[in-house]
């Protein structure tokens, strides 16, 4: 589908019509797609967690009960309880705010500074990309844990410090990304002719050039959502998170790593959990990124 610009000449353009999408036409798709809707399950349970948790359940993540403590998993403690006697179960549902608002945050970020910074180094000049291009291959030569481990402990403990961590480590992944997309579309016949045509750089810039390249960072940043929780996990399990007794994802963990001989459910089942969810936000990112390359 194409449009036509200031200067008579036929763009690519997006269009969107809401008859374009019917259920059931989502639906057939869906049945033909059983690894993506269960991977949208999960994703749509772990968002019911993080913002209705008391619809998934009634206990208080902060209430112990001692005469319960390390109770295998069972009808009444789905994943056991700890060595305080809390429910695990709960913890994990109410963990999910703290962990996943972390992470959107960590990715939105991330996102927008990356394509920022992309947009500007492939159309700022040689000078300012290879700049710009060259801290990013500094970035991404050092592991993403150990660079986020560096600038959590500069920053200090806290999860709006370990989201802003991952944010700084997953900027690399989005620039470089979004400096290719412009790259490829600032010399296409169209954008060409829009500067011979006199058109103003910004607008040609807006319209034209990040018009047709956003696209694959966002299906980055679906991919880069499953990395974000690892991340923050990661940072939660070794102590920088949330201060007890608030629950994280990672913090669950790191409260059963001296129980797991008497009690395993207490980092298996969590940890089962949000390995669930990892791979169901790598699923749909690679969905997504497979059918923008079509």
Do not use: C
């Not at 009634?58 to 005469?67: E, F, K, Q, Y």
């Not at 402990?153 to 944010?167: D, E, N, Q, R």
């Not at 669950?252 to 949000?274: C, F, K, Q, S, V």
């Amino acid at each position: 589908m194409s449009d036509s610009s200031d200067t008579g000449v036929s763009v690519p353009s997006w269009s969107w019509s809401p008859t374009a999408v019917r259920p059931t036409a989502v639906w057939a798709w869906l049945r033909s797609n059983a690894a993506v809707t269960l991977a949208v399950i999960v994703l749509a349970l772990a968002v019911g967690f993080a913002v209705a948790p008391g619809l998934f359940t009634g206990r208080d993540p902060l209430l112990a009960v001692p005469s319960e403590k390390l109770s295998p998993p069972s009808a009444a403690h789905w994943f056991g309880t700890d060595n305080l006697g809390r429910d695990v179960y709960a913890r994990f549902v109410h963990g999910a705010g703290l962990s996943l608002t972390a992470t959107i945050g960590a990715v939105g970020v991330a996102l927008l500074i990356g394509a920022i910074l992309g947009l500007f180094a492939g159309t700022a000049g040689a000078v300012a990309d290879g700049v710009i291009m060259r801290a990013i291959d500094v970035m991404l030569a050092v592991p993403q844990l150990l660079l986020a481990l560096a600038i959590v402990a500069a920053l200090g403990f806290g999860t709006t410090k370990v989201a802003i961590a991952v944010a700084v480590v997953l900027v690399a992944s989005f620039a470089r990304v979004m400096r290719a997309e412009v790259l490829r579309v600032r010399h296409a016949p169209f954008v060409e002719a829009s500067r011979a045509f006199g058109v103003p750089a910004p607008v040609v810039l807006v319209r034209h050039v990040l018009r047709n390249s956003y696209a694959p960072v966002l299906a980055l940043a679906a991919a880069e959502f499953g990395m974000a929780i690892l991340l923050i996990s990661s940072l939660s399990f070794l102590g920088f998170g949330a201060t007890p007794p608030t629950p994280e994802w990672g913090s669950l963990i790191a409260d059963g790593r001296d129980y797991l001989a008497t009690a395993w459910w207490m980092t298996t089942l969590p940890g089962l959990a949000i390995v669930a969810v990892v791979l169901a936000a790598h699923t749909v990112g690679h969905r997504i990124s497979a059918g923008d390359h079509r």
